[in-house]
């Protein structure tokens, strides 16, 4: 009969199977295993630290063969990680190694301090309360990160103010596939990264279609009713100031001749001084644009997340599971990855299975570098506690001991003038 993976049953070589599974833990391509907070003080071997050595950089040589034309590569090429040792189908005693084993102290503190972190609530069911059931629940979590460099050419223009010129008289322009980007190629799997680059041999020159090459466009204020491609020159504007009289009047009844117009009447426009013309604002008068192909290149990873809970612990949400801490049963690191294979557990397999079958889609415009693919457990602990006909649960999650309480908790209240009001902005 299956049984879970944090079951209660305590094997006979408790000591011997804590060895194993201290091995197993880093068990795989060197480099690629990543280990979690819950793995912290397993000793490593000195020739792990050797075969680690190997792969110092963040991915190796060849990463970059398919980018610049070489083979692509080896989709079998992946790190071989020892599943076995588990017995039946969702877990095995194995990892009972890792349940967690809290007393009744321990999970009232922990409550307590849950509590005392939320403004008005009280902590007399959590120091009174019975605690009737404590439940050991299965949760594990399988991630499929897919890292993915995706390349597109856009056409920029600038004003050409001089200079040389990078054409196609100096060599053949390069595909987008083929600039050789290794010296910005970012660590491996992170969030999001982005660069320029300016494809070489892609510049032109070409007359500025704004001003038909001549560096100047026709004064949008004094030429506004023109034909397009002529203007006149000298044209003058009405002064705002003696509305065209040249004198000003007085309340005396005297008059002065306008100091705007100096006694006129008109004023050069304002905008182009009366030339008619005005500088290109496009090709900044020099009549001619440069034009050239960039290659925006963005790296980004593409996570796949997948929780499988028990019934006990299946009100908790996904991204709860995904922050804790547990132990990582495979970490696999590949071109693209496959299932992992677990010796004698058919529901890691499918599991692991599920995981890569919902592999994020990658844009036309993309290729995949890598991918990492990891399953892990993560203890729970469900606690209900009791008082009279009253009931409520929580739960203590990973091996950071995180207490999660979803809706209802007994000893809640607030007052008229309580600070954790939204309203209130002190």
């Known amino acids: 009969m299956e049984q879970p993976l944090l079951s209660e049953q305590r094997s006979e070589s408790g000591d011997k199977l804590s060895e194993n599974w201290s091995s ?29 050595a190997a792969y110092s950089e963040h991915y190796p040589p060849s990463l970059h063969s398919g980018l610049v034309g070489s083979p692509e590569p080896d989709l079998d090429e992946q790190a071989v990680v020892y599943q076995g040792g ?61 890292f993915i460099e995706e390349r597109e050419t856009v056409r920029e223009t600038e004003p050409y103010l001089g200079g040389s010129i990078d054409g196609r008289d100096k060599g053949p322009e390069l595909g987008i596939w083929e600039l050789d980007l290794k010296s910005q190629f970012p660590v491996l799997f992170i969030p999001h990264k982005e660069s320029r680059e300016i494809i070489p041999h892609s510049e032109s020159i070409a007359k500025c279609s704004g001003c038909a090459g001549r560096g100047d466009t026709v004064c949008p204020s004094c030429n506004a009713n023109q034909e397009p491609g002529f203007y006149k020159e000298n044209q003058m504007a009405q002064c705002s100031a003696c ?91 590949a071109y693209q990855c496959t299932p992992a294979f677990f010796a004698d557990s058919y529901f890691l397999n499918k599991f692991s299975s599920e995981v890569i079958a919902d592999r994020a889609p990658v844009p036309h415009s993309a290729r995949v570098i890598s991918e990492r693919h990891t399953i892990s457990v993560v203890p729970v602990t469900r606690v209900t506690m009791a008082h009279r006909s009253r009931l409520f649960s929580f739960y203590i999650i990973g091996f950071s001991r995180e207490v999660y309480l979803k809706d209802y908790y007994p000893s809640r209240f607030c007052w008229v003038l309580c600070p954790c009001l939204e309203w209130l902005k002190l």
């Not at 068990?27 to 075969?51: D, F, M, W, Y």
């Not at 030339?275 to 050239?292: A, M, P, Q, V």
């Open 24 to 52: 197993y833990q880093y068990v795989g391509r060197a480099g690629s295993v990543i280990p979690t907070a819950a793995l912290a003080g397993t000793e490593v071997s000195v020739e792990e630290i050797r075969s680690a």
């Open 86 to 146: 588990y017995g039946g189908g969702p877990g095995s005693t194995t990892s009972e190694l890792h349940r967690q084993t809290l007393d009744e102290i321990e999970i009232r503190e922990l409550l307590i301090d849950h509590v005392g972190h939320r403004c008005c609530w009280g902590s007399r069911p959590a120091r009174t309360w019975k605690i009737q059931k404590v439940e050991d629940c299965n949760v594990y979590v399988g991630t499929l990160d897919t």
């Open 243 to 333: 509305h065209g009289r040249g004198l000003l009047a007085h309340k005396d009844g005297s008059d002065s001749i306008c100091v705007t117009c100096n006694g006129k009447g008109q004023i050069p426009c304002a905008t182009c001084g009366s030339r008619g013309l005005i500088k290109c604002l496009t090709c900044k008068g020099s009549g001619s644009l440069r034009s050239r192909n960039v290659a925006l290149v963005r790296w980004k990873t593409l996570p796949t997340r997948k929780v499988s809970a028990t019934s006990g612990a299946a009100s908790v949400p996904d991204d709860v599971f995904h922050r804790a801490q547990g132990v990582q049963l495979c970490n696999t690191q």
